[in-house]
């Protein structure tokens, strides 16, 4: 909300600066979010006297003037229609910047006549859109004085950004009680004396409610006026008024809108002329429409709370009030309601009308509504003074609640929980500026009344937090927190030390990390394997994000496209996040995804392109298992990859049954329905499926270092083309578990001269002798045993 | 004999001075030393003088025979290495050629920043926490302490779910990493000290805002911490994470549902000619909002108010990300540009210590 320097004094008899008050603000938590000060850039306009308007002498439409600064006469040349001799207008001289047009005044010659300033328009000095002709002001205005001062523009606009518990600081009074508090000067009493009515209204008050709806408005009050004169608001608060931003309308409107602001007191002024027999409130029925002041139409649904007459609803209580009875310039009777109406439901018909009002806001974040009649009385003297007429004595239905909250603190808490020692006088005093009561009620126990404005008050917490934050957070002493252990303890579980691995061994091998929104659009979810209509979200911000990604795949995919369309072309991306499956926490999985596209490399002078395929993705699937601790030895290739894989060019690594990873080329329906380039190569860890390492043992086993020689032997072997190489490699191993250390497959082909549906594969095997170097005739025992086993277990053939 | 003898000498040494291949020089060693050769010839006639004579020319013969071979493997030597001073010039190349190429790999910047923030924190006996994206009504508000009124429970913040029936809440998307708070009072008893990192989200996209954020939640509960220990903690943390001394801070009094009191803490910065400088100048950044846990935050996570206390506060990763690393624009973290990712991405090998330093 805004407040102006000069209004807070109205409240506040201080000698502060504005700066001083501005880091006060901050300091007691009324963030100030910005400060406008026009006086300064208003600065160089003063009032200047026309003394002579006479023709341009080479221009119909130009004047030359002479004008009376109150420091000595200047000509300028002026195009304004209404420059005349003998009026006074804003005189801004050369070298001045002109905030309307972002110009600064040059001295110059004007179709061959000196100028030397300029007499300005609204619009040239960015106060309106004004443009017709330069500024007139009244006769009596004193030349020379300035603008921003004789205008009223001169006072400091300061923006605060309250919380949502501070709805008693949505009030000039509310804000200059805090500033009193924190030592900014003193709180101005109010005059809220009953002004007695003259006679009895003639418009009656009635609450329409039930039981389980009576507090929708708990109290209004109500007064009639009669014999006013409607005309324009004094300078004064029309100044203020605007410099707030709003528009002033009618001195009695302008009135309601000042009390609101004022002292966050809304009010109503009906036209009691225009009101038909007895005003009341009551639950609206769905459908009702009426018109609001706000030039719009609204419709009521059954829980909003509306103000009505014997014609039928006149606004929305707490929210708007209506076109049909508002007061105008021909306003002679009035009618004013001060009246309680509750926040929740407040809250809940601006929200759902979308509208947002002065009204609204105090409303909803709760109003002092024990000042409900006093706020009537200042009414009352306002109406009196600015329009004249008579007041009827006041009328009321409902009861206006003044009981006032007790709570029961602790002095000590002060230092216990806020950590800095405050003289119990120091803070009852801070209490007490700030409205409460407090009284000592036992050894370390105060008995705390809440003054009626303070609806924040829920715990001792809170009551402790307003003597810290008028003293001052900045004054409770930093300490740094105790050690526990003299060396920090690590404290990563596994699966977070698996995550950080994971990361920098793929960003190790190339590949870029991303971080990629959790939701996808549906239609990429379902692509994907997703589809689960309870991870659709009921709010998205789009449907390109409307369901919880069942894997990262397809919003890395997307990034990939992404980069192709910005002519990138051979690269990797990765990106360790959350995958979906259902809305229970289990069915959050943390997953390791990758691909790369394009070349294995960039193009380069000494080596061959080759695109990137399912061996790139099973190798970076292979290196993060492997860096996680994952038993890579035991790892099993199945060939049952998801659908959104090429269905030849993908697999799975299981450890036994359990699926740790999926590797192998996108499918290429995938890959262009997602406007990506093909061939993708990618892999998608799921990180929980991964077993944890049963030991936990810091040590390494023993290295046992054979003294013998090893020795390698190849074997080419003729299988059946569908045979995976995997088995071979497993077969070959394991002719001798104690002997044979390695095996290694270095070729693979196809050929005519091996038969149709046959491929050979060639391995080298590493055999480590443990207890003496083998004999040749245990070497070739050995052989025997590999081409057996290889034999057995695929059908294989030594090749000749 | 004598004479032969030291004919046989010189034209070999001069053959051997003057050959000019490997090849010549061996065909050169095969007809002097060989089985065949002259000097082997000679050797043999020795068997026909006499012992006198024997003695004397056999001892002649084996001196000129090793001087022979001295010259011959010398001269090996010279061709050797001529020739390999040949080949190496056939194999010069360009040196100024670019090597091959190999991929630079990165680290994201929140990761990092989480890596750097979990050293601090870990340094200070914190451990790290995590909960689910996908949290029910009650842990992402209601023991929050956010009444249902609250505006954050409106739709114009909060991503909902369908409910999973007509009388049960709708899952949302959390709001804030705070329901690890509760989550973690729930499973464990004080003195608790966690961070938690992770992914949050709002309803909200703009310049300076992206439907998805990270956030740090901080705390910690035992029966003796307070307000002084926030504010210390936190400077310790700012201190350490921003790699400045004496950072100026603003503990400022704000409002958040879990915490009384509640405060937004703001660190001293100057922005100079579009350069953002943590530490000194006038201006104010707000960082991180914080406060003394809610007595019914504590209640809602089985944790006695009348007995435990402590802080809590919450932190956008990306945002001081943005701040220490002088990184322009939030959305631009999230749509993986690779020029993006590289420029402001770390390396591999980056991982933040504290021996070593946050940043690199």
Redesign the interface.
């Known amino acids: 909300m805004k407040i102006t320097l000069d209004w807070l004094k109205r409240h506040l008899e201080t000698e502060a600066t504005l700066d001083e008050i501005v880091a006060c603000l901050n300091r007691i938590g009324l963030e100030v979010e910005g400060v406008e000060d026009r006086a300064a850039e208003l600065a160089p306009f003063t009032v200047g006297y026309v003394v002579k308007a006479e023709q341009h002498p080479n221009a119909d439409r130009l004047r030359v003037c002479i004008v009376e600064t109150g420091s000595g006469e200047v000509q300028v040349v002026c195009g304004a229609p209404n420059a005349r001799t003998g009026m006074k207008g804003v005189f801004a001289p050369s070298g001045t910047h002109v905030p309307g047009t972002g110009l600064d005044l040059k001295e110059s010659e004007i179709r061959g006549v000196a100028s030397r300033g300029m007499l300005c328009s609204e619009r040239e000095m960015g106060l309106s859109d004004e443009h017709d002709g330069i500024i007139d002001l009244p006769e009596d205005t004193p030349v020379g004085a300035s603008f921003a001062a004789i205008s009223g523009l001169d006072d400091p606009i300061i923006e605060i950004g309250l919380t949502p518990d501070r709805g008693d600081c949505f009030s000039v009074r509310g804000i200059a009680r805090d500033l009193a508090a924190a030592g900014m000067g003193t709180l101005k009493s109010l005059d809220t004396s009953p002004v007695p009515g003259t006679c009895k209204s003639p418009i009656d008050i009635e609450l329409r409610f039930d039981e389980a709806t009576r507090d929708a408005c708990p109290a209004f009050i109500g007064r009639y006026f009669k014999g006013l004169t409607n005309g324009a608001s004094p300078a004064w608060m029309q100044q203020k008024l605007k410099a707030v931003g709003l528009r002033p309308i009618s001195a009695l409107v302008d009135i309601t809108n000042w009390l609101t602001m004022d002292l966050g007191r809304p009010a109503h002024i009906y036209d009691a002329d225009k009101v038909k027999g007895t005003i009341g409130a009551r639950i609206a029925e769905a459908g009702e429409t009426f018109d609001a002041l706000n030039d719009k139409s609204y419709e009521t649904d059954d829980a909003m709370t509306v103000i009505f007459d014997d014609s039928g609803m006149l606004g929305l209580g707490g929210v708007v009030g209506g076109e049909s009875t508002g007061a105008d310039e021909n306003t002679v009777n009035g009618f004013m309601e001060i009246a309680l109406f509750d926040p929740i439901r407040t809250a809940a018909t601006g929200r759902k009308l979308e509208l947002v009002t002065d009204a609204r806001q105090r409303f909803e974040r709760g109003i002092d509504n024990a000042f409900a009649p006093e706020g009537m009385e200042m009414a009352t003297r306002l109406v009196l003074e600015l329009c004249g007429g008579e007041p009827s004595e006041v009328v009321t239905a409902g009861t206006v609640p003044t009981e006032q909250k007790t709570m029961s603190v602790r002095p000590s808490r002060i230092l216990e929980l806020g950590g800095i020692a405050i003289d119990k006088a120091r803070a009852e005093s801070i209490l007490g500026d700030l409205g409460f009561g407090v009284s000592d009620a036992g050894d370390d126990l105060w008995s705390v009344t809440v003054p009626t404005w303070r609806h924040d008050m829920g715990c001792e917490a809170d009551v402790i937090e307003e003597v810290l934050r008028i003293n001052g957070f900045d004054e409770v002493p930093m300490v740094s927190l105790p050690r526990e252990a003299p060396v920090a303890r690590p404290v990563l579980s596994i699966r977070q030390k698996r995550v950080r691995w994971s990361r920098r061994t793929l960003a190790s091998r190339g590949l870029n990390e991303a971080v990629t929104y959790s939701f996808v659009s549906s239609n990429h979810a379902r692509m994907f394997g997703g589809g689960n209509q309870g991870l659709t979200l009921v709010n998205p911000i789009s449907s390109d994000m409307d369901m919880m990604r069942p894997s990262v795949l397809p919003g890395l995919l997307e990034a990939v496209a992404r980069n192709q369309a910005r002519g990138m072309a051979d690269f990797g991306l990765f990106e360790i996040g959350p995958a979906y499956a259902s809305t229970e926490p289990e069915g959050q999985t943390t997953t390791v995804t990758g691909m790369r596209v394009g070349r294995s490399g960039a193009r380069h002078w000494s080596q061959k392109e080759r695109a990137v395929d399912v061996f790139d993705a099973k190798a970076d699937a292979m290196a993060v298992l492997e860096a996680i601790g994952a038993p890579v030895e035991n790892l099993q290739t199945t060939t049952d990859a998801p659908d959104w894989f090429h269905p030849g060019r993908s697999g799975v690594l299981r450890l036994g049954p359990k699926s740790l990873a999926v590797f192998g080329e996108l499918h290429p329906q995938v890959v262009s329905a997602l406007d990506a380039s093909g061939p993708v190569a990618a892999f998608e860890i799921a990180l929980e499926s991964v077993p944890e390492p049963k030991s936990r043992a810091i040590a390494r086993a023993r290295l046992d270092v054979s003294p013998y020689q090893a020795v390698r032997r190849d074997f080419a072997f003729v299988v059946d083309s569908d045979v995976p190489a995997e088995k071979l490699l497993r077969a070959a191993k394991g002719a001798d578990r104690a002997l044979i250390r390695e095996v290694s497959l270095f070729d693979v082909f196809e050929g005519e001269r091996l038969g149709v549906g046959r491929k050979s594969i060639a391995i080298g095997v590493t055999i480590q002798p443990v207890k003496a170097t083998l004999t040749d005739e245990e070497l070739e025992a050995l052989s025997d045993k590999v081409v057996a086993a290889v034999a057995k277990q695929t059908g294989g053939e030594l090749r000749g | 004999m004598q004479d032969q003898i030291n004919t046989i000498r010189d034209d070999v040494l001069a053959q051997v001075e003057g050959v000019s291949d490997l090849k010549s020089l061996d065909d050169i060693r095969v007809a002097a030393l060989g089985k065949k050769g002259q000097i082997t010839g000679l050797m043999k006639q020795l068997g026909g003088l006499d012992p006198d004579q024997r003695r004397e020319v056999g001892q002649e013969l084996n001196r000129v025979k090793d001087a022979v071979q001295a010259a011959i493997d010398a001269r090996k030597s010279d061709l050797e290495r001529a020739e390999l001073n040949r080949r190496l010039e056939v194999e010069r190349v360009d040196v100024s ?2 090597p ?9 910047p ?2 990092q920043v989480m ?1 750097e923030i ?1 050293a601090i924190f ?7 926490a ?5 949290e029910g009504d009650w842990l992402n508000f209601g023991a929050l302490n956010i009444p249902d ?3 954050a429970r ?2 114009h913040d909060t ?4 409910a ?1 029936s007509d009388d049960e809440a ?2 949302v ?1 959390r709001t804030h990493t705070s329901p690890v708070q509760v989550r973690h009072m729930l499973s464990s008893q004080p ?1 608790i ?1 966690i961070i938690a990192p992770g ?1 949050t ?1 709002r ?1 909200d ?1 703009d310049m300076t805002h992206t ?2 954020f990270h956030q740090v939640e901080g705390l ?1 509960i035992d029966e ?6 926030l ?3 936190l ?2 943390f700012v201190e350490a994470f921003f790699q400045v001394d004496n950072v100026p801070m ?6 958040f549902p879990f915490t ?5 803490i703001d660190i001293g910065c100057s922005f100079r000619d579009g350069e953002l400088k943590i530490g000194e100048g006038d201006d104010w950044l707000e960082i991180l909002g914080s406060g ?1 846990v ?3 935050v504590l209640r809602n996570g089985g944790i006695d108010p009348d007995k435990y ?1 402590g802080f809590a506060f919450g932190m956008g990763i990306d945002r001081v990300a943005m701040l220490k690393y002088g990184i322009p624009d939030l959305r631009s ?7 993006w ?2 420029h402001y ?5 980056d ?1 933040p210590t504290l021996y070593g330093g946050l940043a690199r």
């Open positions: 050629l670019p091959r190429p190999e991929m630079q790999g990165s680290v994201h929140v990761s890596d979990v870990c340094e200070m006996g914190f451990s790290v995590e909960g689910p994206d996908i009124e609250h505006p409106q739709e991503f909902y779910l369908p999973q709708r899952p998307l003195p000290r992914r989200y309803s996209s439907p998805m910690v003796t911490t307070h307000m002084g220990h504010k210390g903690c400077r310790d603003r503990f400022r009094p704000s409002y009384a009191p509640s405060m937004e003394m809610h007595p019914n206390q973290f999230f749509d993986s540009d690779l020029r990712l590289r991405g770390f390396r591999a090998l991982v």
